[in-house]
């Protein structure tokens, strides 16, 4: 499953936005400093999914705010 994602930074805890069934906000506290955001959205969608985090991979947008993410 591929996932459309928009990265929100927040300080508050991370949570996960649904628009459509491809479409999701994620908001997290961490910077986008040294992968820190896209390691903390992956971990955010492998909870919200329920899956292990090795399941959750980015595909492209490493240095964006929109990432693609593949749940397998």
Do not use: C
């Amino acid at each position: 499953m591929k996932l459309f994602i928009k990265y929100k930074r927040t300080s508050k805890e991370p949570h996960v936005e649904k628009i459509d069934e491809e479409h999701f906000i994620v908001a997290v506290k961490e910077r986008p400093i040294e992968g820190k955001a896209n390691e903390a959205i992956t971990e955010a969608l492998a909870d919200y999914f329920n899956v292990a985090k090795s399941k959750v991979t980015l595909v492209s947008g490493h240095a964006s705010r929109e990432k693609l993410f593949e749940i397998l």
